[in-house]
Each structure stands twice: as C-alpha cells, then as structure tokens.
C-alpha cells in the first residue's frame, strides 16, 4: 500500500511502498477513506511532541475514517463494508491514518454517522474524546450548571461547547472579538478575553460565585485564569493543556478540584481502549440527533499534500479541522 512517512524529525513527509497489514486478533483491517490532521501531529512532524512517544520511520495522522475490509480473531460488532470511525494510531508504534489502509484494534472504533460524510467523521476523534474525557468522564457535566470553556472556538474547544449544552449545561466560551459569531452560533455565551478580567466576567455572569466547571483548552495563563474562575466548594477545573507550572493557590482558596486530560493514554499504555471506543459511538449518537457539529476547513489536501496542510497548522491558517482524503 502506499503511506505517507515522516522518517526524521524536521524533514518532510514523503510517499512510499510499505507491506499492507493484516488485521491480527481483535484487529479489523480499515481502508482509509480520510485522515484528520491535529496540531499535535504537526509538533511530532517537527520533533517538538516528545509526550507523543512516536518511534521514526512513523506513518502521522491520529484520526481516521474507513471502511471496514477485514476482520481479525475474535472481533464482534463489526462486519466487513462497515463505515467507521475513531482516534487510532500515530503516536508511540501505533501505525497512523496517512496510508491506505490500517490493522486497528476494533476497542478504538465506532460506526461512523449516518448523517455525515468521510471527511467530517476524520475530523472528529480526537478533539471529541478530549472534550468527553474532560466534561464527562472528569467533571461529570450535567443540567443546570454554568460552565466555562476557554478556547470556545477552537478544535477541542467547539466541541466541548456542543457536549455541554447537549447535556443541558449553561455554557459560556471565551474567544477574541472575530470568533463572536461563531462561538454564539454553537449555543454559547461569548466572552471577549480581551476586553474583560477574569474577575469581571465571574461577576457578570456568576454574581462572583465562579462557574461550575471550567475546560481549559489553551494552557499557561489561560489555565491560571481557570482557577479562579472556579466556583467555590463544587467548581471543577478541567485542562488538556496543564503541562506548565502553574500556582494552585487561587484554586485552594476556593477549595475547587482539578483534573488534567491526556488523549493519548489508551493508545500508548494498550490500556483503556475500549472507552475510547464506547466514548465515540456517544459521538455517532450525538451527531445523528444533531447536537454536534464539527467545523471543518473547507480547503482540500490530496495524499501527496501532507507537508503543505501541516504548514498550515503551523502557521495558525487553518479555519477548522484540516482533513486529508486517501486514495483507494
């Protein structure tokens, strides 16, 4: 099968031969249909995702969608022909989505939507995971509480929008003064991060008590701005980008919680798999019933385009999730 592969940090991305896999014991073989690109493959492109354990030569590309050519030992739930979905490979010596075809451990995957196409689906795995894992899995969201989402119109953060007020949630997002529209257009309250303190925006829309649950996708000063926007005694702080050194004080004083988010886990350890799993098919349900919408960058990359698309993202220019379409 052809593959696109990155064999040194900071070199480009080439096409090659590489032998096709079989699908082994509680593998389905999936011909890759789409791959969706995150910003994390563009650090490991670069050498600058260490955390990301990707062992070179590596196939990149963390999201996929396919359909489903063969099926391995001791897999139930899936027939051949079937179209899916899921965040599985590309990092530690997981094979990822920029080839034709992958051996995926079925625990990973999920019927793709009916109601949307190959190139939606690939974009969604991995910041819909992330967004799940924080709000649900962590801080356990529910109807009535006022949560806050920091980056709320960025990849995980749209997402985690959408989850919120799917789970009857008052949402609020922070963005700047351009992403208004869009981010009121996913059900949330817009706050300009620019024109308020975290000190005015908690009084505005809390009275000072602070939000129930605040998701922070952006890290550094934006994760200090969480802690005290926390709601005192029950606000639960969320953050898939608390890697800093951060003071917990502010926290503390509110006598608040917090707890970090790390995506990449089930595919590194082989542990916690099948959540991942169970937690798209929540996605497939979600989507179907029209809560979920995934912005995707309308600019088209063929297979041999990866380099270019990853540039992109580098350069801060995609508007939406970057999809590659795989040639069968």
């Given at each position: 099968?052809?593959?696109?592969?990155?064999?040194?940090?900071?070199?480009p991305?080439?096409?090659?031969?590489?032998?096709r896999p079989?699908?082994?014991?509680?593998?389905?073989?999936?011909?890759?249909?789409?791959?969706?690109?995150?910003?994390?493959?563009?650090?490991?492109?670069?050498?600058?995702?260490?955390?990301?354990?990707?062992?070179?030569?590596?196939v990149?590309?963390?999201?996929?969608a396919?359909?489903?050519?063969?099926?391995?030992?001791?897999?139930?739930?899936?027939?051949?022909?079937?179209?899916?979905?899921?965040?599985?490979?590309?990092?530690?010596?997981?094979?990822?989505?920029?080839?034709?075809?992958?051996a995926?451990?079925?625990?990973?995957?999920?019927?793709?939507?009916?109601?949307?196409?190959?190139?939606?689906?690939?974009?969604?795995?991995?910041?819909?995971?992330?967004?799940?894992?924080g709000?649900?899995?962590?801080?356990?969201?529910?109807?009535?509480?006022?949560?806050?989402?920091?980056?709320?119109?960025g990849?995980?953060?749209?997402?985690?929008?959408?989850?919120?007020?799917?789970?009857?949630a008052?949402?609020?997002?922070?963005?700047?003064?351009?992403?208004?529209?869009?981010?009121?257009?996913?059900?949330?309250?817009?706050?300009?991060?620019?024109?308020?303190?975290?000190?005015?925006?908690?009084?505005?829309?809390?009275?000072?008590?602070?939000?129930?649950?605040?998701?922070?996708?952006?890290?550094g000063?934006?994760?200090?701005?969480?802690?005290?926007?926390?709601?005192?005694?029950?606000?639960?702080?969320?953050?898939?980008?608390?890697?800093?050194?951060?003071?917990?004080?502010?926290?503390?004083?509110?006598?608040?919680?917090?707890?970090g988010?790390f995506?990449?886990?089930?595919?590194l350890?082989?542990?916690?798999?099948?959540?991942?799993?169970?937690i798209?098919?929540?996605?497939?349900?979600?989507?179907?019933?029209?809560?979920?919408?995934?912005?995707?960058?309308?600019?088209?990359?063929?297979?041999?385009?990866?380099?270019?698309?990853?540039?992109?993202?580098?350069?801060?220019?995609?508007r939406?999730?970057?999809?590659?379409?795989?040639?069968?």
């Amino acid at each position: 099968m052809t593959a696109v592969l990155l064999t040194a940090s900071g070199t480009p991305l080439h096409t090659a031969s590489v032998d096709r896999p079989v699908a082994g014991a509680g593998q389905v073989l999936v011909r890759i249909r789409a791959a969706g690109l995150n910003p994390l493959d563009a650090k490991i492109r670069a050498g600058k995702a260490g955390h990301a354990q990707a062992q070179l030569p590596a196939v990149l590309g963390i999201d996929m969608a396919g359909v489903v050519e063969a099926i391995g030992d001791g897999v139930s739930g899936f027939n051949v022909g079937d179209e899916v979905y899921g965040m599985t490979g590309g990092v530690g010596s997981v094979q990822g989505s920029l080839a034709q075809f992958a051996a995926v451990d079925a625990d990973l995957l999920a019927h793709k939507p009916a109601n949307i196409g190959m190139r939606e689906a690939a974009a969604l795995p991995l910041i819909f995971i992330t967004a799940w894992e924080g709000l649900v899995d962590r801080a356990h969201v529910r109807s009535g509480q006022k949560v806050l989402v920091h980056g709320g119109a960025g990849g995980v953060g749209h997402i985690a929008v959408q989850i919120a007020r799917a789970f009857g949630a008052d949402v609020y997002a922070t963005g700047s003064a351009e992403q208004r529209d869009l981010i009121t257009g996913y059900g949330a309250t817009f706050i300009d991060y620019r024109a308020s303190t975290v000190e005015e925006y908690v009084q505005q829309y809390t009275g000072g008590e602070g939000f129930d649950i605040v998701y922070d996708t952006v890290g550094g000063a934006t994760l200090d701005a969480s802690f005290i926007a926390a709601k005192r005694y029950h606000g639960h702080v969320v953050s898939c980008l608390g890697w800093g050194t951060h003071a917990l004080a502010p926290l503390s004083f509110r006598a608040a919680t917090y707890s970090g988010v790390f995506t990449l886990m089930p595919l590194l350890t082989g542990k916690g798999r099948a959540h991942h799993g169970e937690i798209m098919e929540q996605a497939t349900r979600l989507i179907e019933a029209g809560k979920i919408v995934v912005q995707v960058d309308q600019r088209h990359f063929g297979f041999d385009q990866a380099d270019a698309a990853y540039d992109v993202i580098d350069a801060g220019g995609a508007r939406g999730k970057l999809v590659i379409e795989i040639p069968a």
